[in-house]
């Protein structure tokens, strides 16, 4: 079983920026592949970003292409949502989740961290 824990939200002012973080626990996170999600309350949730299982791909959605970049460290076993540039649009709920490599649904979901943007 694999624990997902993020962190780093928080409270920002429009074009500032953060960092998040996703912290795997009960299985090595280097064998899966982490994506990011936000949600708005009254909304769907949305697929921010992807990133392999090696970092050597990430892909993004058209609306955080150019200000989000996803990265990884294997070695603590963290995934990284550096988030630049922000707007008010970007508040929502973030989650994290991984699947292994060759699945297409996500197994492992995190809680979720608060980002607010106040313009």
């Known amino acids: 079983q694999v624990q997902l824990v993020e962190s780093g939200g928080g409270l920002v002012q429009a074009g500032g920026s953060l960092r998040l973080a996703c912290v795997a626990s009960?299985?090595?996170?280097?064998?899966?592949?982490v994506g990011w999600f936000r949600q708005d309350p009254g909304k769907e949730r949305e697929f921010v970003g992807v990133?392999?299982?090696?970092?050597?791909?990430?892909d993004y959605a058209n609306s955080v292409k150019g200000r989000f970049t996803i990265s990884r460290d294997n070695a603590k076993n963290t995934v990284y949502l550096q988030m630049n540039s922000l707007k008010p649009e970007d508040t929502a709920v973030y989650y994290c989740?991984?699947?292994?490599?060759?699945?297409?649904?996500?197994?492992?979901w995190g809680q979720g961290t608060q980002v607010t943007v106040s313009s």
């Open positions: 009960g299985r090595t996170l280097s064998s899966l592949v």
């Open positions: 990133i392999t299982t090696k970092g050597d791909s990430t």
């Open positions: 989740a991984a699947h292994p490599r060759g699945r297409s649904s996500y197994d492992y």
